[in-house]
């Protein structure tokens, strides 16, 4: 994979731009208890964000990053779902409840962004100092 985020097509902006329009219905929805609204959101906010993850793929920057933001989708939308079934402190241990699942995607974007700046970029400098 190359990356070639600085040359990252405006048509990928215009994706991530409506977007950012689905997540923020999704959220205030999420904000003012307009729960079908809210779940209906989270279709178009996943779809959209595997989309721009898909035509990002060759661009090893924007993939890591559209993963992680994939992640945060999943794991955001699990935890509204959570609250708007009244579930969010259901028990599922000793410590932990339903809401703490979401820390799985969560993690794993976090996963993603490590991988990109503590091993990627770093082998990348190593082996082409000039090329980042």
Aim: aromatic content about 14%; overall charge positive; proline content about 4%.
């Amino acid at each position: 994979m190359e990356d070639t985020s600085q040359n990252y097509p405006s048509r990928f902006r215009r994706v991530e731009n409506l977007h950012i329009v689905f997540w923020l219905f999704k959220d205030l929805s999420w904000c003012l208890h307009l729960r079908i609204l809210g779940a209906l959101m989270i279709v178009p906010t996943f779809v959209v964000s595997i989309a721009i993850t898909w035509r990002t793929r060759h661009m090893v920057a924007e993939l890591c990053h559209n993963v992680a933001v994939t992640f945060w989708i999943i794991a955001n939308s699990y935890w509204m779902l959570c609250e708007f079934l009244h579930v969010e402190d259901k028990p599922l241990g000793d410590h932990l409840v339903m809401k703490h699942l979401a820390v799985v995607p969560f993690l794993l974007g976090i996963g993603t962004l490590a991988y990109y700046y503590l091993y990627y970029r770093l082998t990348r400098e190593r082996a082409q100092p000039s090329a980042l």
